[in-house]
């Protein structure tokens, strides 16, 4: 059984950062790309960004390029969500997710997810 843990969400002042953190488990996590996405209350979950397994490939969300960076560790299982600039909109519950495709943008094809961790963004 997969398991995917976010942490590192919280309340910050608009212009600010936060470092999200999703860890795994199992010796096969270099093999598949992981990707971020958010839900904001009323609206419809949306990407935010992936990375490749081998971290080379990356792809984001028009909204939070130049200011959102995905990272991985493949010796620590872990897949990284740099904030940098935090707008009011970017407040949304923030999920990671696991995909069997070399890079993926749409939820759909994605098979796991964690439960996700809350970012809100003051202004």
């Known amino acids: 059984q997969v398991q995917l843990v976010e942490s590192g969400g919280g309340l910050v002042q608009a212009g600010g950062s936060l470092r999200l953190s999703c860890a795994t488990s199992g010796r096969t996590f270099r093999y598949y790309a992981m990707g971020w996405f958010r839900q904001a209350p009323g609206k419809e979950r949306e990407f935010v960004a992936a990375i490749s397994g081998s971290g080379a490939s990356s792809d984001y969300a028009d909204s939070v390029k130049g200011r959102f960076t995905i990272s991985r560790d493949n010796a620590k299982n872990t897949v990284y969500l740099q904030m940098n600039s935090l707008k009011p909109e970017d407040t949304a519950v923030y999920y990671c997710?696991?995909?069997?495709?070399?890079?993926?943008?749409?939820?759909?094809?994605?098979?796991?997810w964690g439960q996700g961790t809350q970012v809100t963004v003051s202004s």
């Open positions: 997710a696991r995909t069997s495709l070399a890079i993926a943008t749409i939820g759909a094809e994605y098979d796991y």
